[in-house]
């Protein structure tokens, strides 16, 4: 996302962007009131409210009733939280060692807090941690291989 404060989302809208952006992924190719109302379990007034500030800020085209589609600037904007949730979700399984859904339940959370930079630096470990070795077995498996071990004591 740009550092233009007027483009700063919050959680829930950056919520609606993932959303839509994965809606528009679909076999439908498209994004509905609706759809997005069920992706994210919310009621579609919810969804109306944010769609008008999404399309108010630039970053879909919305007209009631009809489908939604994400802006040049939505798309880019989408595509970086989904790149955060992705990168996190990661990190959490497969360095950290926690459980699919648990990591996905903290990844849908830290992408909204965590800046760029800091998802950059995880990213970053992950893959110092693949590549470098200590004789043939990388980091990363050593460190799971440490988080196995100690289960229980933390």
Do not use: W
Not at 140 to 146: D, V
């Amino acid at each position: 996302m740009t550092n233009n404060s007027t483009d700063q989302l919050s959680a829930s809208l950056e919520d609606y962007l993932e959303a839509i952006y994965a809606l528009s992924q679909s076999e439908q190719k498209v994004a509905r009131s609706r759809d997005i109302s069920e992706k994210l379990d919310v009621a579609k007034s919810s969804v109306t409210g944010a769609l008008r500030q999404l399309s108010e800020r630039g970053f879909v085209n919305y007209k009631p009733y009809g489908y939604v589609t994400l802006t040049e600037k939505g798309r880019f904007s989408a595509k970086e939280v989904v790149k955060k949730h992705q990168a996190l979700k990661a990190f959490f399984s497969e360095i950290l060692g926690i459980d699919a859904s648990s990591a996905e339940d903290a990844a849908c959370r830290a992408e909204h807090a965590l800046s760029g930079e800091i998802v950059g630096r995880l990213i970053k470990l992950d893959e110092f941690l693949r590549a470098n070795k200590i004789g043939s077995v990388d980091l990363k498996t050593l460190f799971c291989q440490s988080l196995k071990e100690n289960k229980g004591k933390d």
